[in-house]
């Protein structure tokens, strides 16, 4: 999947492959672990709500939330993020990493509940980690 993916071949069938994957592992993981996050970047409506199916199928009742991460980059940061990710193999550039960034589509489930959250940047992680418990806590 990830040579799929670093190569432009990934599509919509990998997708949901990858997805029933991490429902399972999440569902798995529940079970030694009350608190499951994931972390995955799903830019979709459709992929949020078929993650959501997914986990409820396995176990109808665990209770599922997510956390949005925005955060407004300038062109600079974006060309540091899209080096850093070439230095670990990933074949992206600036003007790719602004295209996937506008493919988010906003959240609108009212099935599915959800917090957002303001990335701060400027490796202020310990102000990101109190927010994203806050955002936990308000699920």
Same mark, same amino acid.
């Given at each position: 999947?990830?040579?799929? @993916?670093?190569?432009? @071949? ?6 949901? %492959? ?31 709500? $078929? ?12 209770? &599922? +939330?997510? &956390? ?6 300038? $062109?600079?940061? %974006?060309?540091? &993020?899209?080096?850093?990710? !070439?230095q670990? +193999?990933?074949? @992206? ?6 295209? $996937?960034?506008?493919? $988010?589509e ?14 701060? +940047? ?11 418990? !806050?955002a936990?806590?308000?699920?």
């Amino acid at each position: 999947g990830k040579t799929r @993916l670093n190569t432009g @071949l990934w599509n919509d069938t990998d997708r949901r %492959v990858y997805l029933t994957r991490m429902a399972a592992s999440s569902v798995e993981a529940s079970l030694t672990n009350p608190k499951v996050v994931v972390v995955d970047c799903l830019t979709t409506h459709w992929m949020r709500e $078929f993650l959501s199916d997914q986990i409820l199928k396995i176990c109808p009742t665990l209770p &599922i +939330g997510f &956390i949005l991460l925005e955060r407004e980059l300038s $062109f600079l940061e %974006v060309t540091q &993020i899209a080096h850093l990710r !070439q230095q670990t +193999g990933h074949p @992206l550039d600036p003007e790719t990493l602004l295209k $996937f960034r506008s493919a $988010f589509e906003p959240w609108d489930s009212t099935k599915i509940p959800c917090a957002v959250v303001t990335n701060p +940047g400027n490796g202020q992680l310990e102000v990101l980690l109190e927010r994203t418990r !806050q955002a936990i806590q308000s699920l």
